[in-house]
């Protein structure tokens, strides 16, 4: 079965910047660059939430909250999605998920951790 590491999260003061990414392994290249891939946030206390897409065709859509703060992109000859996060708030504060979209069965990864300081 797929699977889905994340890496990138960690401590930062509120206006800094992180850039998480996503290593899928257990799929060729080939079937990871038809995959549509997305990023989600999970804060305590709250529902998991959809942060980011990417389609097969780089076509990505974000959540209001992280327009224009928020870049998800791809790289399909290291089976690798990457969110570039600037100007974080404290309310990005949260374990970041990748997840495959679309799929009869999607996969997730472990989460990363990100937390922002004021």
């Known amino acids: 079965q797929v699977q889905l590491v994340e890496s990138g999260g960690g401590l930062v003061q509120a206006g800094g910047s992180l850039r998480l990414s996503c290593a899928a392994s257990?799929?060729?290249?080939?079937?990871?660059?038809?995959?549509?891939m997305g990023w989600y946030r999970q804060a305590p206390g709250n529902q998991r939430e959809l942060v980011a897409t990417i389609s097969s065709g780089g076509s990505t859509n974000y959540a209001d909250s992280v327009k224009g703060r928020f870049t998800i992109s791809r790289d399909n000859a290291k089976n690798t999605v990457y969110l570039q996060m600037n100007s974080l708030k404290p309310e990005d504060t949260a374990v970041y998920y990748c997840k495959t979209q679309g799929l009869v069965r999607d996969y997730w990864g472990q989460g990363t951790q990100v937390t922002v300081s004021s």
């Open positions: 257990r799929i060729s290249r080939n079937a990871f660059s038809s995959v549509a």
